[in-house]
């Protein structure tokens, strides 16, 4: 269970949903401060679209409660869509309209008359997205990034206070992601755009996310910052000289497996004990230790082996 925090953008208590007898999420609790940046991870059919799709009402739950602004997305979809905008992919895109053609059609179909966008407001979305000199240009001219920074722009127009984008840099070249995040980046810091982004590629969203959401088979195994990931990750390292057997025996009697590593070193697991705690364990017992330090993993590594705990 997490710790409270007030008024969080999105809320999900004690969330379970099923599709026939098959649990698909199972007990998610997640909270997503104003102005933060939520990543969602998990690899493909861990749940991340039917998750986003509960927040969108598109689907209800089958136990406990999502919020978004204080409303059941489910109930009150109407108050909910007025505050947040979702893009799925792939990006909704008809190439015989110009960008500035799919604004208008938008602002049109979606805007009460008083509050339509002017064309001003339709400029200055597409200047936000980096299309405004192509702004008369039909979409089937453009690129996939393009495409999808057009798909962005429909979806801030109005801007929303939150924003919900399915797979942002899927299908993108390594330029277009660039870009993209960039373009993700401005819209939190420069309107305090909240923002969730699901990828199944971590390394598109740890450069990113203020935090990480975890997916995996439907249960939610991290959240928290890339940071924490990492710290939680880090393994200890220690050499002793001579013999390794005496040193694997004492940690055993605390109840830590370590690896016992070739050329005299050894791999305590993540979280075991403390580097200070270890040492001295060891040292107490007379055993001469030559070298010992933690192990930074990257980030996907940290990914992966939670992934196999998971
Ligand atoms: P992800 O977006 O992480 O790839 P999804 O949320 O799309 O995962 O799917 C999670 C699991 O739920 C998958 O096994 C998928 O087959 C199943 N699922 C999703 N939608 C439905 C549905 N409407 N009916 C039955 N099963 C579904």
């Known amino acids: 269970m997490l710790a409270k925090m007030q008024n969080p953008i999105i809320q999900f208590d004690h969330v379970s949903r099923r599709f026939g007898g098959r649990n698909v999420l199972k007990d998610i609790d997640l909270e997503v401060p104003a102005g933060s940046i939520a990543g969602l991870v998990g690899p493909n059919g861990s749940g991340k679209t039917t998750l986003l799709k509960l927040m969108a009402g598109f689907i209800k739950t089958t136990s406990g409660n999502v919020r978004l602004f204080g409303y059941d997305p489910f109930v009150d979809r109407a108050e909910v869509m007025r505050r947040a905008r979702f893009a799925f992919a792939p990006p909704a895109v008809y190439g015989s309209l110009t960008a500035r053609e799919h604004l208008k059609f938008l602002s049109a179909t979606n805007m009460r008359p008083r509050e339509r966008s002017t064309r001003d407001d339709i400029m200055a979305v597409l200047e936000t997205v980096g299309l405004a000199d192509r702004a008369d240009d039909k979409a089937h001219t453009y690129s996939f990034g393009m495409k999808q920074?057009?798909?962005l722009a429909q979806a801030l127009l109005?801007?929303?206070?939150?924003?919900?984008f399915d797979e942002p840099t899927d299908g993108l070249d390594p330029i277009a992601v660039v870009e993209l995040r960039g373009l993700l980046k401005r819209l939190q810091t420069e309107h305090n755009l909240t923002l969730v982004l699901s990828s199944h590629m971590l390394g598109e969203i740890e450069k990113l996310a203020d935090t990480i959401f975890m997916l995996n088979d439907g249960r939610q195994i991290f959240c928290g910052s890339p940071d924490k990931l990492l710290g939680e990750e880090r393994q200890i390292m220690?050499?002793?000289e001579g013999e390794l057997k005496a040193g694997v025996n004492v940690l055993r009697k605390h109840g830590i497996e370590p690896e016992v590593n070739g050329d005299g070193r050894l791999l305590l697991p993540p979280g075991s004990?403390?580097?200070?705690e270890a040492v001295r364990l060891l040292g107490n017992q007379g055993l001469k230790l030559m070298e010992f330090h933690e192990k930074q993993p990257g980030l996907e590594d940290a990914y992966i082996r939670r992934l196999h705990q998971g």
């Open 273 to 276: 004990i403390r580097l200070d």
């Open 149 to 151: 920074r057009l798909n």
């Open 158 to 164: 109005p801007m929303p206070a939150l924003l919900i």
């Open 238 to 240: 220690i050499r002793i």
